[in-house]
């Protein structure tokens, strides 16, 4: 997992008192390992429900209670936390804590250091994730509190439908720690080095029809293509990301085109180049579609069955018409799956369809390539330069390739 949102960030994490307060571990857990600086603080009732002690093994850190409020050894502890954190996010957060964050009040450690942070803001986040009972939740007071928070700029995620610890099914159970990670993961990605870049990043197998039932596809899984376009999330670009079924989860605030056939491939690519800065053609796409697919299911006879197959149109060369005129994208990769004389092959493939940079895989490999977390690559540029990069994991190749794709967008600006 690429580590740049996370890096350098001061994350205060606030516990309260509602039973969700164990799910805050494996929030705590998430974060730290993605590479973020986590301090807790518990309030009393949540340390009743879980101790400060599982945060600190969790984090490496302190993990701060009201009695640091009244230490002699803590100067001022709600002030320099207050001050250290680039986010604040109270996760769970009880009706009484909201009630007091709305109304200023500040009599513990985490209310004071709440208010000495402020209301949060897109430079530095108040994120306040609710957890109580579903008629608390829907109470107006809490409903005006919230709106109280919401206006001063506080982030409310959630909370979610559910089970509830009184047996009810309602509103009100906090948002999964995994949520509200990867919605943070994002919030602190929006300055990367692809601010305000558009990429669109293809990915998977696509799907071509023999019949109702039957479809030619190929054994890609999409895991590369995700790997980037997860990437470029966390540089900062929006990103577009059009792809083939596939079992993975689309990251967050991935724009997803879903498509199955080549055609529908190259329509979506087509309908989205005119805005891009980049686009990465990680997806294998079917070279070849059934020429005429039956409505009716086959049946199953004895002997040989002939299909008919008719070449498709190749997406990169479509692109590289468009781009001759518009200049549009402005950096271009594809990939070139080989079996064989991997970077021969490789380089033809980048000087045919135009591209900037392509990424070379070996497929005849059992440990990399398709259906496995890791890939080795050799990613070949326009001038005969030559990357071998050793077998590393998926999410690794996609920040290699990215970093030669943000040095293609510096190049291509100054051009
Ligand atoms: N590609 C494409 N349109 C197609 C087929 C492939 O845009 N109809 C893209 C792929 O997404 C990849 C690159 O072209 O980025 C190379 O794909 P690959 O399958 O390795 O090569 P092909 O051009 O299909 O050639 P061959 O199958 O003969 O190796």
Redesign the pocket.
Known sequence: MSLDPFKDKNIVLGITGSIAAYKAADLASRITQAGGTVTTILTESSSKLISPLTFAALTGRKSYTDADLWSESEHVPHIFLARQADVVIIAPATANMMAKLAHGLADDLLSVTALAYGNGSTQKPLIIAPAMDGGMFTNEATQANIQILQQRGAIIIGPEEGYLASGLKARGRMTEPQDIFTRLRYMLSRNGDLKGKQVIV?AGGTREVIDPVRVISNRSSGKQGYAIAQEALDRGADVILITAPSQLDVPFAATCVPVST?DEMEQAVMQNIAKADALI???????FTISDTSKEKIKRKEGKLALKLVA?????MQVAQVRKKSGKPDVVI?????SQDLIA?AQK?LAA?DLDMIVANDISSQTSGFEVDKNKVTVLLKNDQKIDLPLMGKDEVAEKLIDQMVELLKKAKKA
């Open positions: 293809t080549a053609m990680a997806a294998a796409v079917s070279d498709t149109d190749d997406i990169l594809g990939f070139a799956a080989e092959n493939k369809k």
